[in-house]
């Protein structure tokens, strides 16, 4: 049974920092791309960054480019994602997934989700 479970969320002023990881078991984590997406209340879920699985090749949404950083270990079967000068639009349910560059990123239905970890940044 494929389960991602993440951590790390929290409640942060402003300005501040969190680092979310993700666990993942149940799948050969090296084959796998990863990403991070988040959803807030009364929005539609939305990306905010891919790693690939080597780790070469990484994106991420315009609104969290330079403020954010993906990363992967893959012996320890994890992915993180380094939030930095948060700000209060970045309230969310913070979700890992597992899958490829095309479900990922363009059709945004990777293979498998977690449950989510709740980020609250308030000002």
């Known amino acids: 049974q494929v389960q991602l479970v993440e951590s790390g969320g929290g409640l942060v002023q402003a300005g501040g920092s969190l680092r979310l990881s993700c666990a993942a078991s149940?799948?050969?984590?090296?084959?796998?791309?990863m990403g991070w997406f988040r959803q807030a209340p009364g929005k539609e879920r939305e990306f905010v960054a891919y790693?690939?699985?080597?780790?070469?090749?990484?994106y991420y949404a315009t609104s969290v480019k330079g403020r954010f950083t993906i990363s992967r270990d893959n012996a320890k079967n994890t992915v993180y994602l380094q939030m930095n000068s948060l700000e209060p639009e970045d309230t969310a349910l913070y979700y890992c997934?597992?899958?490829?560059?095309?479900?990922?990123?363009?059709?945004?239905?990777?293979?498998?989700w977690g449950q989510g970890t709740q980020v609250t940044v308030f000002s």
């Open positions: 997934a597992a899958g490829s560059l095309t479900n990922i990123m363009r059709t945004m239905r990777p293979a498998y």
């Open positions: 149940g799948l050969t984590f090296s084959n796998y791309a």
């Open positions: 790693i690939s699985v080597s780790g070469s090749n990484i």
